[in-house]
């Protein structure tokens, strides 16, 4: 079984200022990571994802996260936040299985 | 490249009524999948076509839940009879392959109210 947990409900932040949303995730086997963006109103958006490789990923808007085994973890990071950044963001788990499991969200607010 | 649709947007039905909700997945996109996401939760996979076969419908509360993917193409979600507890953000979203590692596209979704 897996399962996506996301330690922080709720996470306010003023503009300009680093954010870090942790992610955990309980899988005795490969997976699949992903984080996705929720504006208000709208579906979500692919931020960035990890298949394999390198650990350090790369997304869109200056979004990036760390794959970590050891800790099964999938922390995602912005070293700098806009206003527009405001939005729920979820952390996701694919096993081989084609199933995409979803934590339970992180509302991000940023403060001017 | 359009996205994935959804309608109608929004809707307001009675408790014991029935609703339905349409999705027309990206062109070409063999995969589909409905999700409910209730206020405060993460979205939950009640259904995934591949084509138009059912790969998984192992969270989807039959006995009032049904849906379908004609032509493997638009796909339907019905609910009858509605429950106060079905209120959620239904969606619907696409992907081009079956395999796990592949983006799946989401639509803007249809917010159900029950009351």
């Known amino acids: 079984a897996q399962s996506v947990t996301q330690l922080d409900s709720q996470v306010p932040v003023f503009e300009e200022a680093p954010v870090e949303l942790r992610c955990n995730y309980s899988s005795s086997v490969s997976v699949y990571l992903f984080w996705y963006v929720q504006y208000p109103n709208q579906g979500l958006q692919l931020l960035l994802k990890y298949l394999s490789g390198s650990t350090l990923v790369k997304g869109i808007n200056g979004f990036e996260a760390e794959f970590n085994k050891s800790q099964t973890s999938f922390h995602l990071r912005k070293p700098s936040v806009h206003i527009s950044d405001t939005a729920e963001y979820f952390c996701?788990?694919?096993?081989?299985?084609?199933?995409?499991?979803f934590g339970a969200g992180t509302t991000v607010t940023v403060r001017a | 490249e359009a996205g994935v649709a959804q309608s109608p947007r929004y809707k307001i039905i009675e408790k014991r009524q029935s609703v339905a909700f349409w999705c027309n997945p990206i062109?070409?996109?063999?995969?589909l999948y409905w999700y409910q996401q209730i206020l405060g939760q993460g979205p939950k996979l009640l259904i995934q076509f591949q084509n138009n076969g059912v790969v998984d419908d192992s969270q989807l509360p039959k006995d009032r839940f049904s849906a379908e993917r004609l032509k493997g193409v638009d796909s339907t979600l019905k609910i009858q009879p509605a429950k106060l507890e079905d209120s959620a953000v239904y969606l619907c979203a696409s992907s081009s392959s079956d395999t796990s590692n592949t983006e799946a596209f989401f639509g803007q979704g249809t917010r159900l109210t029950v009351v």
């Open positions: 062109s070409g996109h063999a995969t």
């Open positions: 996701a788990v694919n096993l081989n299985d084609y199933k995409l499991s």
